[in-house]
């Protein structure tokens, strides 16, 4: 089962705009982990927001965690064509493994 | 410049064939992990090591068998392949085996089991 899921499968937006990533899980956590996937290239993290915050920044990126609803965000402000790329949420499944969602592709049109 | 050295970054093999992925991590990190990724499925965890042990296994295979001959060296030998095997394998590391660690992923090997 999947233990972490984005709710999209893709998005896309014009350059500029502003696009919202959102995530869901199915148990508790110790932390949330955002990552992005560029075509060829290995996933890179972008944001660890822990169970005990509810928004964490990284430049023009905001996660954002409701432990209640057991769901994450991920906004990107003043998108560029370089954004493009395949977004994962991502939560431990015990101490040692990342359990990823299926992505969601985000196509930024210049 | 990459950290994470994944060898070679495209493989051809036969069904019933044996392979080896190498990888190597240069940001003298503890734990070294093997994720896959195929074409229908999510990012799927396969094995984690620490300090060269084996923590977890989530390989339901034994033709998976991660090998570590150095702290930063972990690589993945697979033995009677087949097409189902076929996806890219991605290296990872983090300083520890920890839940609020990062995963410093490489470039993957790309797998194709004709």
């Known amino acids: 089962s999947q233990l972490a899921e984005e709710n999209s499968w893709a998005l896309s937006v014009h350059e500029g705009e502003s696009v919202t990533v959102n995530c869901s899980y199915k148990t508790s956590i110790t932390a949330l982990q955002w990552y992005r996937q560029k075509s060829g290239k290995g996933p890179a993290q972008l944001i660890l927001i822990r169970s005990n915050e509810r928004e964490k920044r990284n430049g023009r990126l905001r996660a954002t965690l409701d432990t209640s609803s057991q769901s994450s965000s991920l906004s990107i402000t003043a998108t560029r064509c370089e954004d493009t790329a395949v977004y994962f949420c991502?939560?431990?499944?015990?101490?040692?493994?990342?359990?990823f969602g299926k992505g969601t592709q985000l196509i930024i049109q210049p | 410049d990459p950290k994470i050295i994944q060898k070679p970054k495209y493989l051809v093999a036969v069904t019933g064939s044996e392979k080896i992925l190498i990888c190597e991590q240069y940001?003298?990190?503890?734990?070294m992990y093997w994720y896959r990724q195929s074409a229908k499925k999510p990012l799927e965890f396969m094995f984690s090591?620490?300090?060269?042990?084996?923590?977890d296994n989530q390989t339901a295979s034994s033709r998976f068998q991660p090998q570590s001959s150095k702290k930063n060296h972990l690589d993945l030998q697979i033995t009677a392949l087949k097409p189902d095997d076929s996806a890219t394998y991605f290296c990872a590391s983090s300083q520890e085996t920890n839940s609020n660690e990062r995963l410093f992923f490489g470039h993957g090997t790309k797998l194709s089991v004709l």
């Open positions: 090591y620490s300090y060269q042990k084996l923590m």
């Open positions: 940001l003298g990190h503890n734990a």
């Open positions: 991502a939560n431990t499944e015990g101490a040692d493994r990342l359990t």
